[in-house]
Every structure is written in C-alpha cells, then in structure tokens.
C-alpha cells in the first residue's frame, strides 16, 4: 500500500482546508530516478569534528549501470556491498528495488573501499537483509574520476567460465573439480550459480532455482558415461591416466519472470590426463556481443551482426587455429541456419545473422555455436531464446 508522509505544520494547514470544504492535493515523484549515489565517506586516520561530505568526480566513479529486461515483472532487486580494507563484513543491510529496461547513472566513493554489486531479476520479499541471489561481480575497488559500464542480465546468459575468476575448473592428480557458473551474462565477471530449492533467499551467493528450473551435468571418458552432478560445481574421480573426455551441461528455466535463455546445453570436448598438482581443464569458452537494446532485442532488420570470441580458461595459452560455426533458429530449434561468420584475428569472429523471410514480426533467436582449436578441444553451445529480433 503506497503511502505519503507530511511534516506537522503542512499537515495541520492541509486538515484546515479539509475542514472548509473540498480540496485537492497534487503529488509528484520520481519512481524510476535515472541517478544512484553508494557511498562511503571516510575520515584516515582521525575523527572528524564534523562530517561534510559532498560527492564528486573528484572522490567517486561513474558508472552507467544498464538493467536489462528478462521478462515478468518490469523490476529487479540490487544491492553494492561496500567493505572497508579492515573489515571482515560488508555494509549495506537493505536490498533496493531497480527498474529492469533500465539505464542509470551510479556514483561509487573510489579510493580504497571495496565494492561488490549483486543484482537479482526477481523482487525479494525481505528487503531488510543482504541480497544474497542473483547475480555478482567481483569485489572490486575504483579510481577517482573512473568511468565505467555495467550491464547486468544482458544476452547472451549461458554457462561459462568467466574471465578472473577465483575458482578455475582443474585436475588435480585425478580429481576433476569442476566450477561453472550455470549463468554468465554479457558483462565480464558476472556470474549466478542455480541452487536447489524453491524459490527465495539462498546461502551461497547463488539463484535459488524456482519451481521446476533445472541443471545437470554428465562426464564421459572415452566415450562411456562416468559421471554426473547437479549443475556445473562437481568433483569427478576418474580412472588415472589420459583419456578423452566430454562435458555436457544443461540448465533449464521455466520462471516466468526468466524470457531469455530459457535452456542452454553446452558440450566441452578435451582430453586430460592425471597431473601432480591443480592443471586448468582446457575447456573453450564463448563470449558474445549481440547488439541488444535494454530490453533484450535487436533492432527491425533483416540481418544483423554477433559477436563471438572464444578463449581458453585464465592460465591457458591462447587457443590456437580456432574455427567457429553459428547457426540460428527462429522457431526454437525446429529449423535452422547457417550464418555466415568472418574471422576479425585474435580468435575473435563476426556472424551476420539473417531474419528467415517466412517470420514476420518478433522472434526469439536460438543460438548454436559450435568452436574448435588444432589441440583438439571443442565446445558446442545451444541457447534457447537467447534474445529477441524485432519485427
């Protein structure tokens, strides 16, 4: 129930009014500010006599925040977790409410405070605590005067490995530990695990999956099923000695308040064998760049172009004589076609992606990309309903 405060003497003058007659009150606000302030003021060394803190390029980072469109309700939940150098705990205790085809200015305190950002597509119910679904980055610090982008759910929203992160997929001796997010998006870093249970706050940072949402995992050696796990955070003992070994993982979304990305099934093709220490698994990640609007969509046109580059996990040489395939369904994968995909170097690519004649107005895009290197190492990745192609 939204409700309005007044101060004692507004309040008394109005209640004179009503006492008269009939009167009439205007109201204004803004529901959808297109600026945030998070800061942290701090005093080195000292107490301060008296706090004046005005916020500034000269003590702040800007930063536009995009919040792309998923679908359902048009608002998500955020937090930025701030932590000082000292402490053991982050501060910011309530999670805020941010409109979703979105854009925004954010001032961030810089200098040696650290920051975390979560971001959530749903609305949480207990907004008096640490959001701890969603999406996260990295906890990070910014200089003064920084500019920066961040856009948070953007397609293409897909398992990978991203780059930096603390928890690589390794072997150690013969133990694969694998560690995949189920979901990346289109900004570097941002990473969301799917966690079993049925809706609400989870514990580990993750997106407790909502009614019927879903991910699985299956390890092959040499071709014969090995193993498998709930998602893409497992640890596989294998037979010693080098094999050739095949990834699948699968995540399925049926949340309406998830459009994009509804199923994703990824396979890595690579062989390994047993290591004296931790060894980065090479498996091939894809990122893209589709040029989506903050809604998740491609302009009205009959082709446009995506973006892909593929690369090794952080450790790895850079993979060598990559080759990519993409092709695109506009019927969630009934049909398909092959797109025609330039090499730009640096194992980065081009694919010109054509609207089929016979599909009038939007359409989602289905997405299979399929990426090799000379070492033999593969990966085949599908995305249902990666983004939306106006009509």
Known sequence: MPTVRIGASAGAALLKRIGKGRTTVDFTGTARSPYLYDVMQVSSQRVPDKVVHTVSERNSAVVKARYADNGGAPWASEQRFARRPYQDTAWLQYTRYVPTGFERTEYVSSGDTAWQHFVHHETTFDVDKPLLVGMSDASRTYRAGERASDTWQGAVVRPSIPRGTTTPSVRSGDVLSLR??????????????????????????????????????????????AAEADGGYADFEVPAGAADYRLDLTTSRVSPEWAYGTGTETSWSFRSGSTSGAAALP???????????????????????VG?????????????????????SYDDGRNWSRAEVKGRGHNVFEAAVKK????????????????????GNSVRQTVQRAYLHRG
């Open 308 to 328: 892909l580059s593929v690369r090794a996990q952080d450790g790895l040489a850079v993979p060598r004589g990559v080759s990519v395939q993409v092709e695109t």
């Open 283 to 305: 498996l091939l990640q894809v990122d893209y760049d589709v040029p989506v609007d903050a809604h998740n969509a491609v302009r009205a046109s009959r082709t446009h172009s």
């Open 180 to 225: 995949i997010p189920e979901f990346t998006d289109s900004q570097a870093g941002h990473r969301s695990r799917l966690l079993e249970g049925g809706g609400g706050i989870g514990t580990s940072g993750g997106a407790k999956a909502a009614q019927g949402d879903s991910a699985a995992a299956v390890l092959y050696r040499n071709g014969q099923k």
């Open 356 to 375: 089929p004649s016979r599909v009038r107005g939007d359409a989602y895009v289905t997405l299979r990309v399929t990426a090799r290197d000379t070492a």
